[in-house]
Nanobody, 120 residues
């Protein structure tokens, strides 16, 4: 079982920055392979923002490339999302995700979500 605790959301003006954090508490038998951020705006489907493997390989949505940076501290099981040059269209609930590999196979976990609101 993995618990994900997110922090760092809030209200910011367009052009501003925010940093999201997500700390994962996992059992010893589970290895967190991939961590990432997804977002869901009102009336829209949840979409990938950025993911990072435990080898530091990353993948970003085209809409956030060159503005957002995902990073990970494996020792702390924590993933960060630095968001710069924020736009009103970045407004959404941001969810942390972790994919683990344990004796029973792979599992998928989600945080409770943190609101990011960008005003124009």
């Amino acid at each position: 079982q993995v618990q994900l605790v997110e922090s760092g959301g809030g209200l910011v003006q367009a052009g501003g920055s925010l940093r999201l954090s997500c700390a994962a508490a996992s059992g010893r038998s589970s290895i967190i392979k991939v961590m990432g951020w997804y977002r869901q705006a009102p009336g829209k489907q949840r979409e990938l923002v950025a993911v990072i493997g435990n080898g530091a390989n990353t993948n970003y949505a085209d809409s956030v490339k060159d503005r957002f940076t995902i990073s990970r501290d494996n020792a702390k099981n924590t993933v960060y999302l630095q968001m710069n040059s924020l736009k009103p269209e970045d407004t959404a609930v941001y969810y942390c995700n972790a994919i683990t590999l344990g004796p029973a196979g792979a599992n998928d976990y989600w945080g409770q979500g943190t609101q990011v609101t960008v005003s124009s």
